[in-house]
């Protein structure tokens, strides 16, 4: 199971689903990977807890709400830096296909 005790899982092959705890509750997860289920389960356990170790609240629903907010906020400064980054990436990839063109230009008049 995924959590912070690190217990074992409990995969089940035969319908691919995956016995996972995430903040103590028990979940049974399907997907084509288990080993990325359980991965994925596990940053969350790991969220959730660090938000309980922030806030006062026992709720599991507010700490389920709060620790995907954290998460959705990751995913957008990610994704935000993957975007302003792309001109350069482009920039950068037609700069080496124009100097690759060019040697293949050279290579061919001298051979």
Partial sequence: MAT?????PTKDPANGSVRVEIFDQVYNLRGSDADYI???AEYVDAKMRAV??????VDSVRLAVL???NIADEYHLLKRSVETSE??????A????SA???ILQE???AG
């Fill in 4 to 8: 912070a005790s690190k217990q074992s």
């Fill in 38 to 40: 359980l991965k994925l």
């Fill in 52 to 57: 309980s170790e922030q806030t006062s609240t």
């Fill in 67 to 69: 620790a995907a907010l």
């Fill in 87 to 92: 001109p350069e990436v482009r920039q950068r």
């Fill in 94 to 97: 037609s700069k080496l296909a």
């Fill in 100 to 102: 690759l063109d060019e």
């Fill in 107 to 109: 290579d061919r008049r």
